[in-house]
C-alpha cells in the first residue's frame, strides 16, 4: 500500500509523523518514505510494507494532508503505476534532468577504443549541442576471445575528454561490483569532470546479485536494459530490483528481443511497447535503436533502419535514445559495422527532433481525456 502526501506536505510535519504512527500501528507494518519528483511536482510518498491486506485504505484518506491511497496489486511494486494511481517520477542528475516527459539523445562510441577517437566524438556532440553519450568501457562479449573492453585503465582519460567537451552524463555498462566501485573512484578522481549512468545490459537483466549492488547505492542512476530473452513483464520485475534497492533514478530501455522472426535485425524491434512501460511503469522510457537494428541497413527512400526505429521510438514518446557513433567504425573494436558517422549526427539530432515535434502534436491533438 502507498499512501501519497499532498504536495505541500514537509518531512517534519506533524501530519506526517501521525500518519506514519498509525500505519506502524498495525500488526507486522513497516513504512519507507520516498520523496518523488513528479513532472510537475514533488511530493513524499509513504509506502506499507507486510501485511497489507487487512490494512483499511479509510482511516488514512481522513488525513487532511494525504492525497490519495493506493493499494499495489501488481508485481513491481516501487516501478509500478498500479494502474494509474502513481505519477511518472522524474529526477535531476548532474544537471540534466530526466522524465517521462522530455527526451534527451545519447549518441557515443559502443565500445571505448582509443583517445582520439572519444576525443572526435565528444567534440562533434559539443558541435551539437548534445551533453548526453555513451561509451563502454567493459563490453560482455558473446565469446570470450573478443575484445573484453579497456576496463578500468580507460576512465581517468574517458572521464577528463567528457569534461573537456561539457559531457554531463555518460551511459557506461557495468557488469560486476568492483565496476561500479571503480567507476565511482576514477569520477572522484577527476574532480566529478561528468557524470555516469549505471548501465545494466541485457545479458544481466537478471543478474539479481548485479542489480542490488547499483540499487543499494544512489550516487548514481541506472539505465536497465530490458532482458532479451524473457517477458516484458519479467524484466519489469528485475527492474524493480534496483528500486527496491533504494535507488530510484532508474530509466528502463528497450532494446529489442531475440527471436528469429527479428530477422533481418539483429533483434526483433519492441519500440511499440515505448507506451505500454510509460503505462505501467512510473520510470522514463530509452530505446536504443543500434541494439535492436544492428546494422546500416537502409530502405530504398534511402532511410538508415536505425533512422526509421528510432523514429518509431520517438513518436511513441520515448524519453531516451541510446545510439553508437563511431568517427572510424573500421577501427571501431566492438559493433562498428552498425555505427552511424559522425557526419550523420546533424541529420540524425534534426530527424529526432522532427518526429518528436510529431509526437507532442499528437498529444495536444489526439490524446483522449482522462
Ligand atoms: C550496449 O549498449 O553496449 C549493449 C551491449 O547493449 P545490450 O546489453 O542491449 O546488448
Ligand atoms: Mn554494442
Redesign the pocket.
Known amino acids: 500500500m502507498i499512501i501519497v502526501m499532498k504536495a505541500d506536505t514537509q518531512p517534519d510535519s506533524p501530519e506526517l509523523s501521525q500518519v506514519i504512527q498509525m500505519a506502524e500501528g498495525y500488526p507486522g507494518i513497516t513504512t519507507q518514505l520516498h520523496r518523488i519528483e513528479g513532472a510537475t511536482r514533488s511530493v513524499i510518498e509513504i509506502y506499507l510494507l507486510g501485511p497489507t491486506g487487512v490494512v483499511p485504505t479509510e482511516p488514512f484518506e481522513e488525513f487532511t494532508s494525504v492525497e490519495r491511497v493506493v493499494r499495489v496489486t501488481e508485481k513491481f511494486r516501487s516501478i509500478g503505476r498500479h494502474g494509474g494511481g502513481l505519477e511518472a517520477v522524474g529526477f535531476d542528475y548532474n544537471g540534466v534532468h530526466f522524465s517521462q516527459e522530455n527526451l534527451h539523445v545519447f549518441p557515443g562510441v559502443?565500445?571505448v577504443d582509443e583517445p582520439h577517437n572519444l576525443e572526435d566524438t565528444f567534440k562533434a556532440l559539443q558541435e551539437n549541442g548534445v551533453q548526453t553519450s555513451?561509451a563502454?568501457a567493459y563490453?560482455?562479449r558473446t565469446s570470450p576471445y573478443d575484445f573484453q573492453g579497456k576496463g578500468a585503465a580507460c576512465l581517468p582519460w574517458v572521464f577528463e575528454l567528457a569534461g573537456k567537451f561539457g559531457i554531463r552524463v555518460i551511459?557506461m555498462?557495468v557488469t560486476h561490483e568492483k565496476h561500479v566501485n571503480e567507476i565511482r573512484q576514477a569520477l572522484r578522481e577527476s574532480g566529478n569532470a561528468t557524470g555516469v549512468m549505471l548501465?545494466i545490459?541485457?545479458?544481466?537483466a537478471q543478474n539479481f546479485e548485479l542489480l542490488k549492488v547499483v540499487g543499494q547505492q544512489t550516487e548514481l542512476p541506472v539505465l536497465f536494459?530490458r532482458g532479451?530473452g524473457i517477458t516484458l513483464e519479467e524484466s519489469l520485475n528485475a527492474c524493480e530490483y534496483v528500486a527496491s534497492g533504494g535507488n530510484r533514478r532508474i530509466i528502463f530501455?528497450l532494446?529489442?528481443m531475440k527471436t528469429n522472426l527479428g530477422d533481418p535485425h539483429r533483434n526483433f524491434v519492441d519500440f511499440a511497447h515505448v507506451p505500454v512501460v510509460k503505462r505501467l511503469s512510473r520510470l522514463p522510457v530509452c530505446i536504443?535503436p543500434?541494439?535492436s537494428v544492428g546494422s546500416r541497413a537502409k530502405s530504398p527512400e534511402g532511410l538508415l533502419d536505425i533512422f526509421n526505429v528510432t523514429a518509431q521510438g520517438v513518436i511513441a514518446g520515448a524519453n531516451l535514445v541510446?545510439v553508437?557513433f563511431h568517427p572510424r567504425p573500421e577501427e571501431a573494436l566492438?559493433?562498428g559495422p552498425q555505427a552511424l558517422l559522425i557526419s550523420e549526427l546533424p541529420r540524425f539530432l534534426e530527424d529526432v527532433q522532427i518526429v518528436r515535434k510529431a509526437y507532442e502534436e499528437r498529444v495536444k491533438r489526439t490524446a483522449l481525456p482522462d
Do not use: F, I
Request: aromatic residues 0%; contains cysteine; positive net charge.
Open positions: 559502443c565500445a555513451r563502454g563490453k560482455p551511459a555498462e548501465q545490459g541485457t545479458r544481466n536494459k532479451m530501455a532494446r529489442g536504443d543500434s541494439h541510446l553508437d566492438c559493433d
